[in-house]
């Protein structure tokens, strides 16, 4: 079986396993008591599964109150946005994994839209949680693209002579397999937001416009890592700048700065360097190149 196909049926697998564990609940509860009231709501399962934290924040986020509601998708799809996710530079990245917070590094080495399907991009990289470091295959498709309702032109409206027709949103679902002969692998998968502008001359650029502002953040992926023994499921959420949805791990008010109860999970480097800019030993491993 190919890599690309065994992603798909893991992907059913997992599916499948929600749905029959909430439906197996259901009929010890209810058959019973309610044996009518079973049968109605186990085909239900089936059909309507249970909305992820992944696709609560892809729907928040894609029906803000910023963003038009008009869908763009036919329109911008022959756009190439690949450039978007390897844009930033890796040491302002920042994600975590499970629910302590413990510090997960994100690396796309490679990402290259797919021309026979326009909306799927394929991509490679590298994970890597402490020293262990894991290869990942998987793909990136974008599902919705909706235009802010106002533009903003950065401080002192730098950008306001640039000729920028717009910023958007590109929102779309990603699913990512670690190697299977590394040790801890598994899968990733999710819901993401990434933003760009269009120019004057129709290009389309990583939105990067209010990079100064203290709560500026991109490329915001929000899932859950599923390791291939099925039997760790964890939270993972990463993004540029800012990490979504990550409770109290965040306390800086002008950048990311991590809560001091987690120091210890990952995190002790980039406090450290945040403190004194000139600590040359946080600052080598907060810059290293960590995936070559």
């Known amino acids: 079986m190919r890599e690309d196909e065994s992603l798909l049926v893991l992907d059913f697998v997992r599916h499948l396993e929600d749905r029959f564990r909430i439906c197996f609940i259901t009929f010890i509860t209810f058959t019973m008591k309610r044996p009518l009231f079973a049968c109605l709501i186990i085909p239900f399962c089936f059909l309507f599964p249970l909305q992820t934290k992944a696709q609560s924040f892809k729907d928040k986020q894609l029906y803000s109150k910023y963003l038009s509601e008009e869908e763009l998708m036919d329109d911008m799809s022959k756009y190439d946005f690949s450039q978007l996710f390897t844009h930033t530079d890796n040491s302002v990245v920042y994600g975590f994994i499970g629910d302590n917070y413990q510090r997960i590094r994100i690396k796309f080495i ?10 799927d991009y394929t991509v490679y990289g590298k994970s890597m949680v402490k020293n262990n470091i894991c290869v ?4 990136i ?9 106002s533009t903003s032109y950065g401080v002192d409206d730098e950008y306001k002579n640039e000729g920028i027709k717009g910023q958007f949103a590109a929102f779309g679902n990603y699913i990512f397999s670690e190697n299977q002969n590394q040790i801890h692998s598994g899968v990733f998968k999710g819901t993401f937001q ?16 209010d990079l100064n502002s203290d709560s500026y953040t991109n490329n915001q992926f929000v899932g859950q890592w599923i390791s291939y023994k099925g039997n760790l499921v964890k939270r993972c959420n990463w993004g540029d700048f800012r990490v979504p949805n990550d409770g109290d791990l965040d306390i800086g008010a002008g950048e990311f700065s991590p809560n001091d109860k987690y120091l210890n999970l990952g995190w002790q480097t980039k406090r450290d360097l945040s403190v004194m800019q000139s600590d040359k030993g946080a600052k080598q491993i907060e810059e290293a190149k960590w995936w070559k």
């Open 136 to 139: 990942f295959h998987g793909t």
């Open 110 to 119: 490679s990402v290259v839209k797919n021309q026979k399907t326009p909306d």
């Open 194 to 209: 990434s933003n760009f502008y269009l120019d004057k001359n129709n290009k389309i650029y990583y939105d990067d416009i």
């Open 141 to 149: 498709t974008i599902t919705n693209i909706r235009k802010y309702k």
